[in-house]
């Protein structure tokens, strides 16, 4: 298929282009919803990339999926993918509908890709609206990072492109994206955001919201890729036996301190590492009065994982569910 060199085209042609240079693949696969932003980013894959494989998840949430998912294999195909095909998931709604979605979509594409990345239709609009959202949880700088435009095997090559252009790509391509009716919905705090939140933000703040979002997130996951390299120096410096030397850790900057915890406690198997953990350890090490253990996410069956601290170490110790008893990790 030709496409037509257009404005719209040519801006993702060249995202897509850009995204290759800095992670070479000569074949990659496209996470297509039917949506304009999966559609254009189908489109622009298979006019730079050797081969495409297209995979169509159908979550089976509304009437109709499967005749929409089989239409966007359709589209595929025709666009010049070397396979297409659906993957139908189930959607337990564990956590809520948008999270079990979420995950069984993620689940799938990673079990149907093999060895290649897949590109996912991620757009400039779509960061602005992550940083918003990780902003209001408020637990930190790295939870307004925003999505990183690789994060193996997950590739994003939009996100400098606007939704504005993909939807005109499709026009220009004579493509006609689904719509799904999910987007309009407004239970769902992400399309709030997609349809009240950011107008009313560009409105009173003069344009050019999304783009300074997606700067500010990029500018701290570059200041936080050097935080954590000198978190990693400093755990290595204070690990006796897998503990923490208190010591150590106490002469350090607090922001440093906390952070080179949170990858200590990561590496040992915690989950979910919240703020109010960290400054809770961190309280073990710098305001100790006799305190107990703080009880993290994570551990095996039946126990949880508890930080202590312990003859000027900070160590960790699973503890049996509903038990005070410890037992050496």
């Known amino acids: 298929m030709l496409f037509p060199e257009t404005p719209a ?16 693949n000569a074949e990659v696969a496209v996470a297509l919803s039917g949506g ?31 005749g929409v998912a089989l239409e966007a294999v359709q589209r595929a195909t025709a666009l010049g993918c070397v396979s297409a095909e659906t993957l139908t998931v189930h959607v337990d709604g564990v956590g809520g509908v948008e999270a079990s979605a979420r995950r069984a979509r993620y689940e799938a594409l ?29 637990s930190g700088a790295r939870s307004i990072w925003g999505m990183r435009a690789y994060d193996a095997p997950w590739g994003r090559p939009l996100l400098t492109v606007d939704r504005s252009t993909t939807r005109q790509a499709c026009a220009d391509l004579g493509l006609t994206p689904h719509d799904d009716p999910h ?40 200041d936080g890729a050097v935080l954590d390299d000198l ?8 690990t006796v036996h897998e503990a923490l030397n208190i010591e150590i850790l106490a002469g350090e900057a607090p922001a440093l301190r ?27 090490v710098v305001a100790w009065h006799g305190q107990g253990g703080v009880a993290v996410g994570g551990g095996r069956p039946g126990t949880r994982l508890v930080a202590a601290r312990q003859h000027g170490k900070l160590t960790l110790s699973f503890a049996k569910a509903g038990s005070g008893e410890l037992e050496n990790q």
Do not use: M
């Open 9 to 24: 085209v040519l801006r993702l042609r060249h995202a897509v282009r850009a995204w290759l240079g800095s992670y070479p």
């Open 258 to 284: 906390r952070r080179a915890i949170r990858a200590w406690l990561l590496r040992s198997g915690a989950k979910a590492v919240t703020e109010k953990h960290l400054r809770a350890i961190d309280e073990l």
């Open 110 to 138: 990673d079990n149907a890709r093999g060895n290649v990345p897949v590109l996912l239709g991620h757009t400039l609009d779509d960061q602005a609206e992550t940083v918003l959202l990780g902003l209001a949880r408020g």
């Open 36 to 66: 304009a932003d999966s559609l254009a980013l189908t489109a622009a894959a298979v006019a730079e990339v050797g081969a495409v494989r297209a995979f169509v998840v159908d979550h089976r949430l509304q009437d109709g999926s499967a």
């Open 183 to 222: 987007n309009q919905n407004a239970d769902f705090t992400r399309v709030r955001l997609r349809l009240e939140v950011l107008p009313l933000l560009e409105d009173v703040l003069g344009g050019g919201v999304a783009q300074a979002l997606a700067r500010t997130a990029e500018q701290l996951r570059d």
């Open 231 to 238: 978190a990693d120096s400093l755990v290595a410096r204070a």
